[in-house]
C-alpha cells in the first residue's frame, strides 16, 4: 500500500540551558543543534517541513541553515510546547505530520519511515527505555493539535483514549534531548541514552 509522505514539525521554540544562551543554537559538531536536527529531518525525506521558533527567532533565522523549511514564528512559546503545535499545524498540507524536537539530533530517519506507515490516528516510538519522540498524527487529529496547551499537552493528548495509537518499535534507548547542561554533555560525549523524564518533554 501507498503511504502519503508525511510532513514534519521541529519544535525549536523551547528555553535556554542558561540565561542568554538558546540551546537550539549550542555548538554541536562545528554547527548548532538545530543544524544537526534539521540536517537529521532533511533526511527523512518529509513532504514538507516546518520549524517553530519562539524567542530566539531571529538568531535562528541568521546562524541556522533553514534551507527547504516553512519556518513558524510563535509569539507565545513561553507558554509550552503546546502553543509551536498549535501555532504550525494551520500551515500543514499534508495528511500525516510527525513531531521532532529541535534539541534532539539522535532521532533515526529509519524510525520516522516506520512511523509514516502507521495507519492508526496517532503513532509514537517505543524505545527499549519508553516511548519518545518522534510521534506522528494523522489528519484527523490536526484539530486537537489546534487546541492544545501547555508542556505535556501532547503527552496527554496521546494517553487520553479518545484516539486509538500503535506504538512502533525504535532501536536503542530514547534519544537524549538536551534538557539540562548535563543532558549537552552526554550528548557531547556521544551517549545514547535519554534520561527517562526527558522522554515525556516536549518544546
Known sequence: MNVARPAGLVLAAGGSLRRGEAKQLLPYRGRTLLDATLDMARACGFSEL????GGSAAEVRA?????GCTVVENPDFSTGCGSSIRSAVRYVSAPSLVLLLGDQPGVAPASVARLAAVTTP???????????????FRQRVYADLASL????????LLHSGAFPVTEVVAAGPVPIDVDTREDYRRLLAGETRGAGSDSQASR
Not at 546562524?63 to 534551507?67: I, Y
Not at 496517532?122 to 506522528?136: E, K, R, S, T
Open 50 to 53: 516546518l520549524v517553530a521558533v
Open 63 to 67: 546562524r541556522v541553515d533553514l534551507t
Open 122 to 136: 496517532i503513532g509514537v516510538c517505543a524505545y527499549a527505555d519508553g516511548l519518545g519522540h518522534p510521534f506522528l
Open 149 to 156: 496547551h501547555g508542556d505535556k499537552a501532547v503527552w496527554k
